[in-house]
């Protein structure tokens, strides 16, 4: 079990930036994936970005080109540096762990996945 705190959300205009951190703690292992996922209200909850121990990302098509993942090691850190937001990003954003073969695998398998945060939100207004 991995603990996960994330930061950093709040209200942005279309457009702009915010950057997410997450934090993790416990029993990290060397085949961990790391990545993020949303739920806006009403909507399933989605991949946006995942990063293997390779450090192969993958990125959901509707953020491609503006949302960057990156981690560092040695804080046990997962960044989400969101550019060029929408109103269509606003939801609630949760950081999750588990071991994985590949990035892609974890994107798409939220509901297999054993470590999560309490999420942080994200609003983005017109």
């Known amino acids: 079990q991995v603990d996960l705190v994330e930061s950093g959300g709040g209200s942005a205009q279309a457009g702009g930036s915010l950057r997410l951190s997450c934090v993790a703690s416990?029993?990290?292992?060397?085949?961990?994936?790391m990545g993020w996922f949303r739920q806006a209200p009403g909507k399933e909850r989605e991949g946006v970005a995942a990063?293997?121990?390779?450090?192969?990302?993958t990125y959901a098509e509707s953020v491609k080109g503006r949302f960057t993942v990156s981690q560092d090691n040695a804080k046990n850190t997962l960044y989400l540096q969101m550019d060029g937001l929408n109103v269509d990003d606003s939801a609630m954003y949760y950081c999750?762990?588990?071991?994985?073969?590949?990035?892609?695998?974890?994107?798409?398998?939220?509901?297999?996945?054993?470590?999560w945060g309490q999420g942080t939100l994200v609003t983005v207004s017109s």
């Open positions: 999750a762990a588990d071991t994985c073969i590949t990035s892609s695998w974890f994107i798409v398998h939220a509901d297999v996945l054993e470590s």
């Open positions: 416990g029993s990290l292992y060397f085949n961990n994936c």
């Open positions: 990063i293997d121990s390779d450090g192969t990302i």
